[in-house]
């Protein structure tokens, strides 16, 4: 409005009308959205909750790491199966599948020469391996991963590539996405232009000396060469060596191995629906874990989160109208080979939609869907069950998330309840994915949503079918 | 003053005033301090200081860390040297001092049942080792220190005793003291009633996977047992699981080794005063670091504030009264050494003052004295010099630090410059103690402190001689 108009509006002058277009009539408020009352009912109860805590809990301190298809991820299952049995969930099964393993070894690294000293490491998921007493060579620092894309071929012959592109914390992550390309395609890069090895600033936001692990990926024809992220100061402390002028020379011991085909699994709970042609509601986390700390906010809060909101569900006293399949996918973290073997198994069956809890433990603060045309009044109702949580809508498509991606890509409706990504960064495949992480009150207020969400789709008479994918 | 009083006052009545006694004068207002006008010039330009920085940064990057008779040390003492030369300082030389060496090995822990995983843990300076193979025993929890002192003798024959005593911040850094017992003198303690080997909860206020070590003693007669700190979070982990009820076996791998007798070196630098009968300004920190981070506030930055200020003293164009000494003392962390032999080497001497700043880089906050009856206008005029940085006085008594200490015992006068203790230890002796816990504008503000504080003490015309000790 500019200020003659304002002006206008204030007086309410005729005369100014007259010689002024009037603006445009506001927009008329959205009509109500009728919630039915058990939705706020059951997520205001759900803001007390101890469950969602007590899985973390005992998931962390029972079970520990749960690195995938090792013998601490079926310690892991085992401990799943009896839980959700004794929580009353029905159909509690294990749904196992063959993966390749991948298992950490030592991990050490220093600088040579000039100015020798100690550097902390860990090895990414799929590195390849040094000989046990080592590997010496110069480095070569890359400040950011676009300047390793610039170096010619073959010029990096046996050398040690450091790779630095330093990411910075978003509220919806996706620094993430973009920044961690150093990891996930940084190592087989140099590995293609002549590199020994490759070590990369940790893709985190923290400032402490505790690496961030993470896959990378070797496409199909280039050998793994051992590939590892240095603590964010220790990458500090590499550019800074560098930068006074005289060459740097570093020797790694990284001895991970592959270990050929091994067993993981998803454990599946069920909330049973009363109309089986509905379609089922897909929500979970995933139950492995990296090995450096107990996998508490990545992602045994997700598993927590989930069935504790499905559990209210269970025991509201009202059977959903679709059946609540929760899921503790295996084998996420290394290549989301759970999520796949879900969509192997289950992907002929009709699902409504699909939504994973794979952030964390922080609060949410925005939903996104993708549901048919049709269902435009479920995604109002979401937004009236969530908006007292303080959460918002955001303008995306729904639908994220490594374990539900295949069932996604198949078409399946999409639901996000999306975690801040401020400090999740911080902790990430780190030793410090610890319980400590985990807040009591901002996992009740995930719970909270999670059950809002879940009252207001599983029961939904409107049709949640196929959708366009993202 | 009472509510009558007060309205008595404001009335001005003297009816009132006959009847009331009237209120006591207040105190005059002090008498104003002179300050020499170079006292805020020098402390103003301070703060723009670079040389602190540039020290902090060279030392923890070029030679990293520095732990006490090692190889690592001496490269620090010849970096000391080359660097106080180049900056101008006179009488610059290495007392050097011998010292039994301890260093650490291999150090893991796993907890074997009932809930296998691994902590982590570091061993404390002067520990035991475990055979190669390692120790595994099962453990008894002490939630506190008092509960172990009250354990029977001979109850802990073949156990691994754990130690909580959960530290909090505090501002003087007293908590350090109060419950660093735990680590001082509990593995003895423990040692005494039989136990094979001690965990503690490390001695710190952070919530991050990054043990703090620090020494322990060994009275005479007490052979050393295998003695190390869980990180915070490994520690409430292990303290978690054994509260689940059942028993707790844990398995330790430390193998550290004292290695006999080594060298290590006070590094001296000096602004040579005019008046050698004034007595020496002793001030400085320490050179060695243990061994876990580059000791960048433990204590690159004790050492770079003193020398800095003093170079800033040195520059002035106005020599000072007094020699101040700079000293970057060796092998304080591991029991004191480099301030015992300065005090075998120079007790002899007259000191005016002596003044270490060992704890941490974070903003000077208040200033304590210990100095002799006739030289009350001096804290006068440091607290003139002083106030305009934020800095308070504390009615203690001034001379902390242990490479003072000996010096303060044999009657020298002590001035403090304190920081916070809200965050040291958050960072002490782990190995996040590295240069990005380091603040520029707060190293900036303690040389200016340290600059104010030497062009009020190096100059002063009163006598600063001996002192009762503290």
Known sequence: ??????VAALL????????????????????????????ARLRDAALKDDLAWDITEGLTTEVGQRLAATEAEARGRAWAVAKLRSLGFRNVRVEEFRMPVWTRGAETAE??????????????????????????????????????LAAPDGSLKGKIAYIGNAMGATQDGSSYGAFGVARRAGPALAARKGAAAVVIRSIGTDAHRNPHTGSTNWPAGTAPIPAAALSVPDAEQLERVAAKGRPVRMKLVLT?????????????????????????????????????????????????????????????GRRPRRTIRVVWFGAEEVGGFGGQAYARMHGEERHAVASESDFGAGKVWRYEVNLPAGAAAVTDRLGAALAPLGIVRGTGLGGDGTDIGPMIRRGVGGVDLNQSGLSYFDTHHTPDDVLDRVDREDLRQNVAAWTAMLSVVAYAPEALGPVTPR
């Open 256 to 316: 991970p191995s592959f270990r050929g085909e091994g067993t993981s699994g998803n454990v599946i709970a069920e909330v049973p629906g009363t109309d089986p042609g509905a379609g089922v509601v897909l929500i979970g986390g995933h139950l492995d874990s990296w090995d450096l700390g107990t996998g508490a906010i990545d992602d045994a809060s997700g598993l927590a989160i989930t069935t504790a909101a499905a559990k209210r569900i269970m025991d509201s």
């Open 1 to 6: 409005m500019n200020r003659l108009l304002l």
């Open 111 to 148: 600088i040579v020469s000039p100015y020798p000293q100690k550097l902390v490491l860990t090895a990414l998921g799929n590195s390849g391996a040094t000989p046990a007493e080592g590997l010496a060579a110069d480095v070569v620092v890359f400040r950011e991963y676009n300047d390793l």
């Open 12 to 39: 309410g002058s005729a005369a100014s009308a007259q010689t002024i277009t009037p603006p445009a009539a506001p927009a008329p408020p959205p009509a109500p959205v009728s919630l039915p009352p058990e939705v």
